[in-house]
Nanobody, 114 residues
């Protein structure tokens, strides 16, 4: 299983970014997928989840600003981030589980300047 995240970068507060995560080694359409983030000195937190059927859930800090989606044909998961705030600055990871094991992407850095 390999998860490859991309799309991070530097953006001003109030700006937008779209993260992508490409999955290989799994039957992508059958897997629930997640985005997590971790800021320096803080615990890793769940940002958003999307089920194999496409149902989405969001953490309270990002509700109304972020949108998670997926493209099962291209084996991609997305995180559209609008209205970015300095507190959104973190390393963002894609995640899934298979056979009771956790799999993580390498992380993509999101930096928000105030």
């Amino acid at each position: 299983v390999q998860l490859q995240a991309s799309g991070g970068g530097l953006v001003q507060a109030g700006g937008s970014l779209r993260l992508s995560c490409h999955a290989s080694g799994i039957n992508f359409r059958l897997h629930d997928m997640d985005w997590y983030r971790q800021a320096p000195g803080k615990e890793r937190e769940l940002v958003a989840s999307i089920t194999s059927e496409g149902s989405a859930n969001y953490g309270a800090p990002v509700t109304g600003r972020f949108t998670i989606s997926r493209d099962n044909v291209r084996r991609l998961m997305y995180l559209q981030m609008n209205g970015l705030k300095p507190e959104d600055q973190a390393l963002y990871y894609c995640h899934t589980m298979w056979r009771n094991r956790h799999f993580w992407g390498q992380g993509t850095q999101v930096t928000v300047s105030s």
